[in-house]
């Protein structure tokens, strides 16, 4: 039995929120065209069998590596340098269009951790290309365990590659139970479901200027009732997220209540607020309220 800590890393984009839905079968992480979605880590259990051997795998969704001066990237670069030296492995996923600044830059940070490069988005580029891409990788050889090419659309195996994965795992027992997908709890699922829902839905700086609190989860027998309240910088804000005769805030909550309904198998009341709170990511103080907690 092999069982550990697997770090999900690259730059804002990469595709690596996309991977691990595909992975573990559920789409439980925030996943949005825009960069820099995902704030904090998010583990994915995945339980895989390799050479007649079991394997436990953990997956360490991270924030897109970026360097920007706000507190909050301050914050998500911390939670992506927190797993880089935590977890037993590292993916570093390399979209096939960039070139080698990004995975360099991850060479510098990466402390000669063992690492597998993955290069993402294959399906958009021809066979042609994605050979040229591996031969330019292949001068930082030297430095990563293996090198994969893998897009997330549907029929992809993923085998070889979570072969890979396990055998670069301790030897341990399973650390959490075969059914567990997640070690998020359900108002953090919820919370970032919300968010997401907002990406999707308003464009701009709204989704960047915004947050979730999750204030009430309440589970009973045939329904859960969830109490969320949103909030925004700015009064014309509040009221983009609200929309005329409330129809956006409406599309965020019937969004987010299909799937976790679809998620959790019974009814889900959803109740949204929209609150403005200009200083709400101006501090640690503040920031602290609503989850992101630094290191002092």
């Known amino acids: ?29 925030l996943v949005s065209h825009k ?23 953990i997956f360490v969704d991270t924030p897109g590596i970026h360097q920007q001066e706000k507190l909050l990237n301050q914050f998500m670069l911390q939670e992506a340098l927190k797993a880089m030296g935590d977890c037993d492995l590292n993916l570093f996923l390399a979209p096939v269009y960039d070139d080698l600044s990004h995975y360099r830059n991850f060479l510098e940070l990466n402390n000669h951790k063992p690492h597998i490069l993955l290069l993402t988005q294959c399906d958009k580029v021809t066979q042609e290309q994605i050979l040229q891409k591996i031969a330019l990788y292949q001068q ?6 293996s090198l994969f090419p ?34 998020s709890n359900m108002r953090e699922i919820c ?7 907002i990406f999707e839905n308003l464009s701009d700086e709204i989704p960047y200027q915004s947050d979730v609190i999750i204030e009430k989860y309440i589970h009973k027998q045939g329904i859960n009732e969830i109490f969320a309240k949103i909030i925004v910088q700015k009064e014309s804000q509040k009221a983009m997220v609200i929309g ?18 679809r998620l959790e198998e019974k009814k889900i009341f959803l109740r949204l607020n929209v609150f403005v709170n200009k200083n709400w990511n101006k501090s640690k103080e503040e920031l602290k309220k609503i989850g992101y907690d630094f290191d002092s």
């Open 191 to 197: 919370k970032e479901m919300i968010r997401e829902a």
């Open 244 to 261: 005329k005769n409330g129809e956006c805030i409406k599309r965020i909550g019937k969004n987010v209540r299909l799937k976790l309904e």
């Open 140 to 145: 930082e050889a030297p430095y990563f365990a």
């Open 1 to 29: 039995m092999r069982a550990g800590f697997v770090g999900v890393l690259g730059r804002p984009n990469a595709g690596k929120s996309t991977l691990l839905n595909t992975l573990c079968g559920e789409q439980l992480a």
């Open 150 to 183: 893998i897009h997330c659309k549907k029929h992809f195996d993923f085998t070889q590659l979570l072969n890979e994965i396990a055998k670069h795992l301790p030897s341990s027992p399973a650390l959490f139970e075969d059914d567990i997908l997640t070690t």
């Open 35 to 57: 960069a820099n979605a995902t704030r904090k880590r998010m583990n994915f259990i995945i339980n895989h069998t390799f050479d007649q051997k079991e394997a436990q795998i």
